[in-house]
């Protein structure tokens, strides 16, 4: 099994995803097809003391950097992540994991790879830790505007990800709405709702924001847009909750002897909302598996994108999207 | 000034708005209505050891339950919800207090009071403590479907809103999307973009989900159905960290004791993210002020809400609302 890793990702580039890719080639043993600036990677390689047997570089001389902007990325037509995609598609290799900007690996993989047959858009969907095991929200930004439909695929994407990578057996499919009570929602939501009720999927409902983490469902469908704000907002209380929780413990000593004390603890916790632990984000229904890290990621979570990136190829994910995309179709008569 | 406090709601009923109507009479010296079951209410005073002289009881036999729907609250013609809202629209009170089901608020004091004038849709708005100080999220959940021109309203209500109320001199306007470069968002928040660049607020662009707390803006405004996921979200997101956390604290004797030399800071910096401290959620663009308080209210949130209740009327939003609405539907030739 080959996989593809962009060593141009990230907020700091070579310096993490070479020794996350070369971890997880030793760990996993997997080949990995390094792609980026060769010297640069040839660098990083002189720095570790892991063996490299399995690891190829393929060279790209364009990086895209993580601010840039569509019309900037849609230029360069050497960059890691479509020399990536590229491999992909040739069949050189058999997934491609990218920790670099969201919106250039979403529309380069799109445009290069294109969406599976049945599939109107292929999606972001990340897993989370929730109080009771993961779980799958889909979309997480990759469509900014959906129809009623397209939320349907997402629920039977997230099902065949899950049924397969996972091994859980018949998930519970949630949609992000507001209120649990079935007329609750807005128009996109309580249209979607009408259409997961009759799908071949075992659909419990709406979900409420708040039990993102909950573990009341297995699949969590929504908009990109919704769903990015989600993702963002639970970010962003842990972020505030670490920041107030340092200010006020540099007040009291006994605070701070309670902080000392409780960090091991409150490590853990915090890992397991910190989702860069299970590898990453995955774009479903494209002709291909990529894989889409964290940009704050350390060697740890690349290494992890890449076991998920194998989990991917070895359960035959994209094999299962295809069957259960078909039959939802059937069943539907098209969707 | 007279308050009108509907007595029925929240999860408590009125142990808890009775003992929070009268400590707010008598901490901020308004006169307060306590609508709802008369003897319900009068049990209370038995119990209570504060006076009662600035408090009245206006008699409404009918409760509506936290969890009920629209069909069945829309039957009930002499709801305590439906009676204070009649109380404000007869000017028999300045302002009305309800933490009960914030959906029947919305839905009845809209239909008894109306929208102001030019006023296309009352709004949802929630005080959230930021790093920095206090940020308005503006819609949280009244209107789920929006229009772009909708979304300028809130940004003109929520400005009126904080530079009245709170003598914030021109606040910080961000809309909620995803990403913060310019052409990022749905089909929505891009047509809003254009409008707020235009409109005669000071807008500082798009803002992420994980500034909701960050204090980046002083007012973020949203349609109802991304405010309202965000905002319980970030509810289940602390749930989930407390939930965690105390599960780790029982694994050992050390966490233990570190959990309680932090407790006193923790729940200093729950109490931040907790906006019952504020008082509730306001109903902007009504013809009249109505402050939603949050359903687990304990009396300390119910004198909150009294007390923004009455900095709402003292510092007269509704003329600043009005003139504003005005002067932005001038300026733009109607909004």
Redesign the interface.
Known sequence: MKIAVDAMGGDFGPRVTVAGALQAAEDFRVEVLLVGVEELIKKEFDRSPRPHARVTIVDAPEAIGMGE??FSFRKKARSSILVGAQLLKEGAADAFVSNGNT?AVVYISRRVLGAMEGVNKPALALLVS??QGLTLLIDV?AN??CRPQDLEQFAVMGRAFMESALGLADPRIGL????E?D?????L?KEAFRLLETAPIRFIGNI???????GKADVIVS????G??????????????L???RH??T?NL??K??????????K??YR??DYSEYGGALLLGLKGGCIIGHGRSNPNAVRNAVRLARDFVANRVQDRIRTEIGRARQATGGI
């Open positions: 902007g569509i919106a929730s109080l930004g900014a505007n992000m709405s507001i209120g009570e007329g609750k929602g807005n128009d939501t409420e924001g708040k039990d993102l983490f909950s908009d990109g847009f919704t990015n704000v989600a993702l963002k907002v639970s970010e962003g209380v842990v972020e505030t909750l920041s107030m929780g006020e413990i007040k006994l605070a002897v309670g902080f000392f004390l409780m960090k091991r603890n409150l853990k916790i397991k909302l």
